[in-house]
């Protein structure tokens, strides 16, 4: 089956520590985002990587790192650095193309609650 | 003004309704328009693409306005399972490719 793996679905951290979210995908995407979500909030873009080795900065990129050292894979660190990292936090993938059919497929989320 | 803005709703709807929502954009370099489905404590699913042409998919139709600006999705005969909050897309396909989305509208829909 191909599509996009976020793990774990619930993360619990106790204040003051990093903690890393998986998103994994199959769909032999170039793109790869992170995006925050808070309740009753619309989606906010924390990074995004559209190839290989190679990342960018979303709107809210403080206090979140990221890699991408293979094409399926692109993990986000929250740092402690984040003051307030408590949220539903979503990986989403794109083929980078000019069609413009082409668009973002979601992974199932990550809620990640810090006590 | 924001770049894409929708009604946050909600829009209480009897069963069987048919409801319309729209989504303005600001930016009249955007190319690509969709709908997306998010439920409660889910990930957005996209819904449908929106063309110029229109674009229906059973119940689903979705229109695009480039001279006002604003996409549109129209509900048919809705049923109690189309009650989840709906966000409108918009992507500038250029350099940036930048992928914008609406806070989006939220439909109970009503037994």
């Known amino acids: 089956d191909g599509g996009i793996t976020q793990s774990p679905k619930y993360l619990f951290r106790k204040e003051g520590q990093n903690v890393t979210l998986s998103c994994e995908q199959n769909?032999?995407?170039?793109?790869m985002y992170w995006y925050r979500q808070d309740p009753g909030q619309g989606l906010r873009l924390i990074y995004y990587?559209?190839?290989?080795?190679?990342?960018q900065k979303g709107d809210i990129a403080e206090g979140y790192s990221v890699s991408r050292e293979k094409k399926e894979s692109f993990p986000l660190t929250v740092t402690s650095a984040q003051k307030n990292p408590t949220a539903f936090y979503l990986c989403?993938?794109?083929?980078?193309?000019?069609?413009?059919?082409?668009?973002?497929?979601f992974g199932p989320g990550t809620r990640l609650t810090v006590l | 003004r924001k770049e894409v803005e929708q009604d946050p709703g909600p829009f209480n709807v009897p069963e069987g309704a048919t409801v319309a929502f729209n989504c303005t954009y600001s930016n009249s370099a955007s190319q690509s328009f969709f709908w997306y489905r998010q439920d409660c404590r889910k990930e957005p699913k996209l819904l449908m693409s929106v063309y110029s042409s229109g674009n229906e998919d059973g119940r689903f139709t979705a229109q695009l306005n480039r001279a006002s600006q604003y996409i549109s999705l129209l509900i048919r005969d809705s049923k109690l399972s189309d009650s989840a909050t709906y966000l409108c897309v918009v992507i500038r396909m250029n350099r940036d490719d930048k992928i914008i989305f609406g806070k989006g509208t939220r439909l109970h829909i009503l037994p």
């Open positions: 769909l032999n995407h170039d793109a």
């Open positions: 989403a993938s794109r083929p980078t193309s000019t069609s413009y059919t082409d668009t973002q497929y």
């Open positions: 990587s559209q190839i290989v080795n190679d990342f």
